[in-house]
């Protein structure tokens, strides 16, 4: 027998021809895993597109029909849930088993994505807040689909599973109407729902929650989770009835109104505990409801929350970022005209500015006295007059060499260890210590002189109050309380702030230039 013909070494590692074409066991499993990735991706599209054509199938009534009285009922109005983990679908079957024909509306600011698939009813709605270019405004307005006279604020979340639950809750409301505008129940969770006061001061950017007593059920504020019934009329009379957080904007809103929550005994359980089921999911909503709030508070101007615990968090400036608003024209600050005083964060960094200006000049052996404006809300408020926007102190010139910051200011601007900054006004001849490099709020340092018993400058400014006054004021120099500690001040300060303002001037405040901008009756 004749051995078997074998192919020549050198053609061994040839690739094989078309009949000896071999896929390994990889390439098989990447092929398979394209394929699936495939259909996936074309799965979700075709599910994307399917809930789009629902929102767009789904309109909204005409313009005619949404003069239409409301009819009663209820319509629930599922807002506050994240795209990527989300419970909505099982919320709107609970609430549908228990009321087939209920309507439900679930509002978000974009299409969600992945795609919430919602159960195929006529009686659910999809409504898209964010505007898009080719679709007509009403399609984005989320009263157009809620038609009945209430509605119920249903979070992520919260199962029904009881007909009595939205019936019992109309119920108590009806009977409240004249004490409340709204009422709550809770959703079980491991927080308890707690009932807060909150009282909101645009005037002063603030926010302020303090807790209610442990037996109350009124108040103007809740932290927890809560379906929340109101008047349908009520709350898209709001300025913005769905921004988000939900319940933050609504109470800041409502509180500013003056209306009133009531907590019922009625509740709803949750779907699942925790809401999230990882960890970085959990992690994202959080940093996502971070940004939300951050975000609602600079909507609605609030820098200053101070929390029911008396704990404060604020959004306003700092030492690295610039101060609240731009330069002043004709000494009046634009937050003036908006009804607004000095933002609080601006108010802290003066304040703090002042306590280590007159720290340095009273180490340093500068003679110096709280001036103008900064008196005048000394002898008020025992501190900052609460629109001013500067500080200002006198001193004495010939004392200026013993501070080695202001000689060194004489040379240019200087950064001091502690980051405030040193320099000389290019407005005249005067100092100026400003909060930060990036934040120009300020400290102005007069140097005054005597001449023949009275203290006089080189630069006067166009102010009424700007003018020479008699040495005496100064000698003695007696302290004051300002702005949390002891400062010094003229030693007869309300016969030299009328010297300098006039007869009735710490009594009867008004605005830096009423001719602009007058104070309103009762601030």
């Not at 989300?86 to 974009?110: K, T």
Request: aromatic share 10%; glycine share 4%.
């Amino acid at each position: 027998m004749s051995p078997e013909p074998q192919d020549p070494p050198w053609s061994r590692d040839r690739p094989p021809g078309p009949g000896k074409m071999r896929v390994t066991f990889c390439q098989a499993v990447l092929a398979v895993a394209i394929a699936i990735n495939l259909l996936v991706l074309y799965y979700i599209s075709r599910l994307q597109q399917h809930v789009l054509h629902r929102h767009r199938d789904h309109a909204p009534p005409s313009a005619r029909q949404q003069t239409n009285p409301l009819r009663p009922g209820v319509t629930v109005l599922i807002r506050e849930f994240e795209d990527f983990e989300n419970y909505v679908p099982n919320v709107a079957r609970s609430f549908l088993r228990q009321e087939p024909e209920l309507p439900i509306v679930v509002a978000a600011d974009h299409l969600p994505y992945p795609p919430v698939v919602l159960p195929d009813a006529p009686n659910i709605q999809l409504v898209l807040l964010k505007p898009s270019p080719d679709q007509p405004a009403h399609m984005f307005r989320p009263e157009a689909y809620v038609r009945t006279e209430h509605v119920a604020l249903v979070p992520d979340g919260a199962k029904a599973d009881s007909t009595s639950q939205l019936e019992r809750m109309l119920e108590e409301f009806k009977a409240s109407r004249s004490t409340v505008e709204m009422v709550a129940a809770p959703v079980h969770s491991t927080t308890p729902l707690q009932c807060l006061n909150l009282r909101v001061s645009l005037k002063e950017w603030t926010a302020e929650y303090t807790a209610a007593p442990p037996s109350s059920k009124r108040c103007t504020a809740l932290k927890g989770e809560a379906v929340l019934l109101l008047r349908t009329r009520d709350l898209f009379n709001l300025s913005v009835p769905l921004a988000r957080p939900l319940l933050t904007s609504l109470f800041i809103q409502t509180s500013l109104r003056g209306w009133a929550v009531r907590l019922l005994d009625v509740s709803f359980p949750a779907l699942h505990h925790p809401l999230f089921t990882s960890s970085h999911n959990q992690w994202k909503a959080d940093n996502l409801a971070r940004a939300n709030r951050l975000q609602l508070f600079r909507d609605f101007g609030i820098k200053r929350v101070v929390l029911e615990d008396g704990k404060e968090q604020w959004f306003g400036c700092g030492k690295e970022t610039p101060r609240c608003f731009g330069t002043i024209h004709d000494d009046t600050p634009e937050y003036l005209y908006r009804n607004r005083w000095t933002p609080p964060c601006c108010l802290r960094a003066l304040r703090e500015t002042a306590k280590y200006v007159v720290h340095v000049l009273e180490t340093s052996g500068v003679r110096y006295w709280l001036e103008g404006g900064t008196l005048l809300g000394a002898a008020r408020h025992h501190d900052l007059i609460p629109w001013d926007y500067d500080v200002d102190l006198g001193i004495y010139l010939e004392d200026v060499p013993n501070c080695e910051l202001l000689r060194s200011a004489d040379s240019g601007s200087i950064v001091d260890e502690k980051g405030f900054v040193w320099e000389k006004a290019i407005e005249g001849d005067f100092y100026r210590v400003q909060y930060s490099e990036h934040n120009h709020l300020h400290v102005d340092l007069w140097p005054f002189y005597p001449k023949n018993g009275v203290m006089t400058k080189d630069t006067w400014m166009d102010h009424r109050q700007d003018i020479e006054f008699p040495e005496h004021f100064l000698k003695p120099l007696v302290p004051i309380q300002f702005a949390g500690f002891l400062a010094l001040a003229p030693n007869d300060y309300r016969a030299f702030l009328e010297l300098k303002f006039g007869e009735g001037a710490v009594e009867n405040p008004e605005y830096p230039n009423p001719a602009l901008k007058r104070m309103e009756k009762g601030n």
